[in-house]
């Protein structure tokens, strides 16, 4: 397997999160580390310190491992240190999945058996995977643990086809603004029934260039190909730079971090869209519906 490490400036979140990918790894992965440049003098010292750190696990931990350090001497960026940086890592391979765990996320106990279910079941409906879904009540989806595909797809602690991110790669650096151009169908899914504006708006904000994230794409993009991506019902990583390193849970209902091997043996194929629609028009803006149509029109006009 092969697995790439996106790390940039946070020394803090770095301790944490590149020391418990190493306790996953095995003899036989290999490691990509990719540390984008410094932006400026104030930045270098920190940029430093995060590979300082790096280099003291690996040497520490991870001497039986192939590792391959890509240390910047520019400034990528988000968008184009991801995206350009995976690409080229698998580009000259020849395996066929990978796993992408940037600096600020927590890999769980139950990661490594949900890419390990990825792998085996190979299920040609789902492109992707990911440890983290967003807090819906599961209890009318199932009692116990299990798998579950979604046409969401998350970016923290993931992992893709190694084919198909490839293919979206060379579609994204062709033309990118056209992966965005949806009809009403495929916008009306990527809102949840028009209840979010949080997706239509990154659609908007990066297509008119106000703003530069990578993930948008690629969700627009499974969704076009018909691609779903693959979850465990109990969250498998923590983002620490959103949630400041603690879980939460709300009345026992909402996706939590696994602290204990979970063993699950079904995948539920029915998605939750349904729930999601339900979350989310309940806490987002009341007049998302109304927005959401204003930005479908503005989406289609270039």
Known sequence: MIYIYIAYNRLESVKISFDKMANILMNDDELYIICDGHKNEHDKTRVESVRNKISEIVNDKLKNIAINLIFRNNNYGLQKNIVEGVYNVLKNSKQEYFTVIEDDVVVGDGFKELLVTFQTKNDENVG???????????????????????????????????????????????????????????????????????????????????????????????????????????????????????????????LIVNSEKIKKENIIYNTPEKYLNEYFAKFDNRFSKIINIILYFINRLK
């Open 128 to 254: 992707t995977f990911s440890g983290w879904f967003w807090p819906i009540n599961t209890n009318n989806l199932n009692n116990s643990d299990f798998y579950f595909q979604s046409t969401f797809v998350s970016c923290w602690g993931w992992g893709a086809k190694r084919l198909l991110f490839i293919s979206f790669v060379e579609e994204f650096m062709a033309n990118r603004k056209s992966i965005l151009k949806l009809n009403w169908s495929e916008f009306k899914t990527i809102t949840f029934g028009l209840n979010t504006t949080r997706f239509s708006l990154q659609i908007i904000k990066n297509k008119f260039n106000f703003q530069k994230t990578w993930a948008i794409y690629w969700y627009v993009y499974n969704l076009k190909k018909g691609k779903k991506c693959l979850y465990s019902s109990v969250n498998t990583v923590e983002n620490v730079g959103i949630f400041s390193g603690s879980n939460y849970n709300d009345k026992g209902d909402r």
